[in-house]
């Protein structure tokens, strides 16, 4: 069964803009899934739908055969706790040292008050570290997060995320802020965190590049509908151009090969 | 467009500008004489008046010995002022907090829920805190607790419009991430946005404290009570010398308390 079923999912923004138009896809365990598309086109907003940031106005969805198109209280808090999320802007309380940001990963198993106060087991600190240490971040653990590079930050990102212990990883736009350099990391590391744990990963990416060659498979959105969803190998260089709607040679990715 | 229409048309733009500039000035010397007409200000008198002003103040507002004498009652009313502004300050700090957070966008209930707490707190902003003073005096009569809410209800709507706007400026982003690990209000609230304001808050409290000791004296003149009532009591004995006393040591309280404060802040920051 496929541990992500998304059906006909549709959403509007005030009767009015519609981000996405009867979507439908689904994402099979284990599996390292990119979403491509132009701004605008509802990337965000399907992420956002997944983790319930954004109640979707029509459609279902199912996260590990469980409906969750709908659930409240201490169920969404449950499957919250089960997809993790990474950000464009890292999105870390910039004032608290990592190891707090990366503890923050727990809240959602905790108690109100326990939670609120900032009470955390040792088995939990442990693993914090045990995480810090995977990322390469063991050094930077009792800094503040504005000290921080901005790869660096996402590593913290990621680090939330994993305490999570999710099965799902929702990665929106993890590399657009980033440098070359600090892109690759990033990249690497959510690729061998989906070897390595088997967690799922489900990346939205502006540069097409760096989804043909870390994802084994492509999900393409134009104007809030799938207009490609195949092996990332298959994708063609008219695909992409009919996904961001632009005529030969009007994208980046052309300026190269024209050399 | 040819090069001459294009020059002739930037050069509109300039003679525009000083034509702007010109009429400006004129109204606002033509408001100036119709407010002095009517009011009958005379610019020239009141210049000239000056020094005479001046003499007036170095003769009589001068600390003499004996007002130094009454220094020992006027710090102790004073410590009692500043007592009362920083308590009224951080009550009204708590409560602000809480209202704020009902009425930023990103942590707000309900948006009518929200715009109920805006038009809360402006109200209680913008009734002068004297004027509340007056009107409490009718239930608490020349009593402390005049003092203590008079000060409290404009602290409290003027520290949740500013805890509303420090709320929305820190926390949308990290609001977002930790509602999406799953962590409930409360905990968005301790562990997100207390952390990513509370530098912003403590500035504001402080700023407060400062503006109220300012407000207290005027208030204690109307309530009788702290600094204020001091101030009240050497001047109707005409005893200007204790009087200005009075004011300077209030001066010397917050330029100490402006000092101090700065240096907490550059800590905190």
Not at chain 1, 162 to 184: F, H, N, V, Y
Request: charged share 20%; aromatic share 8%.
């Amino acid at each position: 069964m496929a541990l992500l079923e998304v059906k006909n999912l549709s959403k509007t923004y005030d009767n009015v803009t519609t981000a996405l138009q009867d979507i439908s896809l689904s994402v099979e365990e284990g599996e390292f899934v990119s979403v491509i598309g132009p701004s605008g086109a509802g990337k965000s907003t399907l992420l956002r739908s997944i983790n319930r940031l954004v109640d979707a106005s029509q459609g279902t969805i199912l996260f590990d055969g469980q409906d969750i198109t709908r659930v409240k209280g201490k169920e969404l808090r449950r499957v919250r706790t089960k997809t993790g999320m990474i950000f464009q802007h890292y999105n870390l309380v910039n004032r608290l040292s990592v190891i707090e940001n990366v503890l923050h990963g727990r809240l959602g198993y905790k108690s109100a008050l326990s939670g609120s106060v900032g009470y955390y087991t040792e088995g939990e600190k442990e693993q914090a570290f045990v995480i810090l240490s995977k990322l390469g971040l063991t050094e930077q653990a009792y800094k503040r997060c504005d000290e921080l590079s901005g790869g660096q930050k996402q590593r913290v990102g990621i680090a939330r995320a994993l305490m999570q212990e999710p099965r799902l990883i929702l990665c929106d736009e993890p590399i657009a802020s980033l440098d070359p350099g600090s892109s690759k990391v990033i990249m690497d590391y959510l690729r061998e965190i989906n070897k390595t744990m088997k967690i799922t990963c489900l990346v939205n990416l502006h540069q097409v590049e760096v989804a043909v060659r870390y994802s084994e498979r492509i999900i393409g959105i134009t104007g809030g509908t799938v207009v490609y969803d195949g092996p990332a190998g298959e994708l063609s260089e008219r695909m992409i151009h009919s996904i961001y709607q632009s005529a030969e040679g009007g994208l980046i990715t052309d300026v190269r090969e024209r050399q | 467009m040819t090069e001459g229409t294009k020059a002739s048309k930037s050069l509109s733009v300039f003679s525009r500008r000083k034509r702007v500039y010109t009429v400006t000035i004129l109204c606002v010397l033509a408001l100036f004489f119709f407010a002095s007409a009517v009011t009958r200000y005379d610019p020239s008198a009141g210049l000239a008046a000056l020094p005479r002003a001046f003499l007036w103040i170095v003769s009589n507002l001068v600390p003499d010995e004996k007002a130094l004498t009454r220094l020992p009652n006027i710090l102790k009313k004073l410590t009692e002022t500043a007592l009362l502004s920083v308590a009224v300050t951080v009550t009204a700090a708590v409560f602000a907090f809480f209202f704020s957070l009902m009425g930023s966008k990103t942590t707000r209930p309900s948006e009518p829920a929200a715009k109920a707490v805006r038009i809360t707190a402006a109200f209680f902003r913008n009734v002068p805190d004297v004027v509340w003073a007056i009107l409490l005096m009718f239930s608490f009569g020349q009593n402390i607790l005049t003092g203590f809410f008079a000060l409290f209800f404009t602290t409290f709507g003027m520290l949740t419009r500013a805890f509303i706007e420090t709320v929305d400026e820190v926390s949308a982003d990290c609001v977002e991430a930790l509602h999406a690990t799953g962590a409930t209000y409360m905990q968005t609230v301790f562990q997100g946005i207390v952390p990513s304001s509370v530098s912003e808050i403590l500035t504001w409290v402080l700023f407060m404290i400062e503006t109220n000791i300012r407000s207290s004296t005027l208030i204690g003149i109307l309530t009788g009570t702290g600094i204020g009532y001091l101030f009240d009591l050497y001047y109707k004995r005409l005893d200007y010398a204790s009087a200005s006393l009075v004011v300077l040591s209030i001066v010397v309280l917050v330029i100490v308390l402006e000092t101090i404060t700065g240096k907490i802040r550059k800590v905190i920051l």
